[in-house]
């Protein structure tokens, strides 16, 4: 067990609707990243939060948003969903310091189905 | 930008025996990290070593150490005594040190075979 909770575990939803993925880092960790893990596309770095500020943006789409709130946890906004955004969709922390290079723990990850 | 490849998609190994996964990179940079990632199949990534490249000793963490030749941009994951909980999937994954991003292999699945 990383420390890191996701929920929910699994999501099954239509096109075009919006879903909220939550993750909760562990203990004392200040930064918050989400990934993505399709068959087609591989594992992608998405977003960085740190602190409540946004650190870092990779391979997010315009539909994709996030946000991370004084208590530290996070939450990913997916809209306008398609077939292509099943997959599933990873948080993890880091320490304190909030540099992208420092170790990070994963969670067990959210698997969204869109039908 | 930054590639990283995983020329095994599958591997397997006796209980017991040791196992040498592959990964090379491609970068320009000279400081950054390298990190082998385990996801079984309850499909959490666990991290199961780090390399900086600016040290020159491999890192080692129990039965697992890594080979990595930092001229050749080849880091390899070599598992000793092999354990049926070792089977998974494993991602190798690079990061510069002042970057913003975080770029993974495809994967090796390593079965364990009793």
């Not at chain 2, 000793?57 to 070792?86: H, Y």
């Amino acid at each position: 067990d990383s420390g890191v909770t996701q929920t929910p575990k699994h999501l099954i939803t239509a096109t075009g609707q919006r879903v909220t993925l939550r993750c909760s880092p562990r203990s004392g960790d200040l930064s918050v990243y989400w990934y993505q893990q399709s068959l087609d596309q591989g594992l992608q770095f998405l977003i960085q939060y740190y602190n409540g500020e946004e650190r870092a943006k990779g391979n997010i789409l315009e539909r994709f948003s996030a946000q991370q709130f004084p208590d530290l946890h996070s939450e990913l906004n997916l809209s306008s969903l398609e077939l292509g955004d099943s997959a599933l969709y990873f948080c993890a922390s880091s320490e304190t310091s909030g540099r992208f290079t420092d170790t990070q723990y994963f969670g067990p990850g959210t698997r969204l189905t869109v039908l | 930008a930054q590639t990283v490849t995983q020329s095994q998609p599958e591997m397997s190994v006796q209980e017991a025996e040791t196992v040498t996964l592959s990964c090379t990179y491609d970068t320009s940079e000279s400081d950054y990290y390298l990190f082998w990632y385990k996801q079984p199949p309850s499909r959490q990534m666990i991290l199961v070593i780090r390399q900086e490249a600016y040290k020159q000793q491999n890192a080692t963490e129990n039965r697992f150490s890594v080979n990595f030749q930092k001229a050749a941009k080849s880091f390899s994951l070599k598992i000793s005594d092999s354990q049926l909980g070792d089977a998974a999937m494993y991602f190798c994954a690079y990061s510069e040190y002042n970057n913003n991003d975080m770029r993974f292999g495809a994967g090796t699945r390593l079965t364990v075979k009793p």
